[in-house]
């Protein structure tokens, strides 16, 4: 491992060195454009060293300065390979500094027209900020965006995953309306492909519980237009379960609807994202004991 670092060191201090020579910096760059592709391949050498050595943030940083220097001598798609190069070493040391080198990379590749690998960088950051830096507003954005680009090269199945983490963080963040939105949205999608319709009931069951968050009332209207859009829905478990669960927050009945969420948990298991927006439901019991 210290060997590898120590070869790696060399070779960045070789890079340093073929860029100062003749004329410095800017005379190997626009001067002797050998000079520059020596230190390219010295930094992109480095890089590697020091992956090898388990040096993220320094093989993260041999990345960048190769990327750099592909950018200003104009090789811009080598610059964004670099670039995304560098963000997945500073992934693992410093996700500030993999945002940034992603972005970088995303500029130069929608500047290309290059749609498709822009969004899925956008995927990448959203990713980080949904589980490395927490932070589900810019996770939301970066996915939204993603999948405005796949929408727009025809990936309709990679923009519509995107759209479903949009609705997934959307609801948690109480933004109900937008959830409900994308849910809707895909699950009509969905019913038009017969590979696909039958996910439709989950993204139903997902916008009705995004409903009865808000209000019970519009939560059986939306039920029954499902209903008609998907006649196979009124005998799924979960068309039943959130006729059962209107019912009970009509009456005040915690101890049914307690016992509904229960029993279809015992058969279906329910992930945290359902366990959090039937909870927040529930309160409503509490919260609201004149509610009929």
Not at 12 to 41: C, H, N, Q
Not at 260 to 286: F, G, M, P
């Amino acid at each position: 491992m210290a060997d590898n670092e120590q070869k790696a060191l060399q070779l960045v201090a070789e890079a340093e060195r073929k860029l100062s020579s003749s004329k410095g910096f800017f005379g190997a760059l626009f001067g002797s454009s050998s000079k520059v592709e020596e230190a390219v391949e010295c930094y992109q050498r480095a890089a590697n060293m020091f992956k090898m050595a388990k040096k993220w943030n320094s093989a993260g940083k041999a990345f960048y300065d190769a990327a750099d220097l592909h950018s200003k001598a104009g090789s811009r798609h080598d610059a964004a390979n670099n670039y995304v190069d560098a963000a997945n070493c500073f992934k693992k040391s410093d996700t500030n500094e993999a945002i940034s080198c992603l972005l970088k990379a995303i500029e130069i590749y929608t500047d290309m027209g290059r749609f498709t690998m822009a969004a899925k960088h956008h995927q990448s950051i959203a990713e980080i900020y949904e589980s490395e830096a927490v932070d589900l507003e810019r996770a939301v954005h970066h996915y939204e965006q993603a999948a405005d680009y796949f929408r727009g090269e025809e990936s309709n199945s990679s923009a519509n995953k995107c759209l479903l983490k949009v609705a997934q963080y959307a609801a948690q963040l109480e933004n109900y309306d937008k959830a409900i939105q994308i849910y809707e949205q895909v699950a009509s999608a969905s019913l038009e492909s017969s590979l696909l319709k039958y996910s439709a009931k989950e993204y139903f069951f997902r916008a009705a519980l995004c409903h009865l968050c808000v209000d019970s009332l519009n939560a059986q209207h939306a039920i029954e237009r499902y209903q008609e859009q998907y006649p196979a829905f009124q005998d799924a478990r979960e068309y039943k379960l959130v006729k059962t669960l209107i019912e009970h927050l009509e009456d005040q009945n915690l101890e049914g609807y307690t016992e509904a969420v229960k029993e279809y948990d015992s058969i279906s298991r329910l992930d945290q994202w359902y366990t959090t927006v039937l909870l927040r439901i529930k309160k409503q019991i509490n919260d609201n004991p004149d509610l009929r």
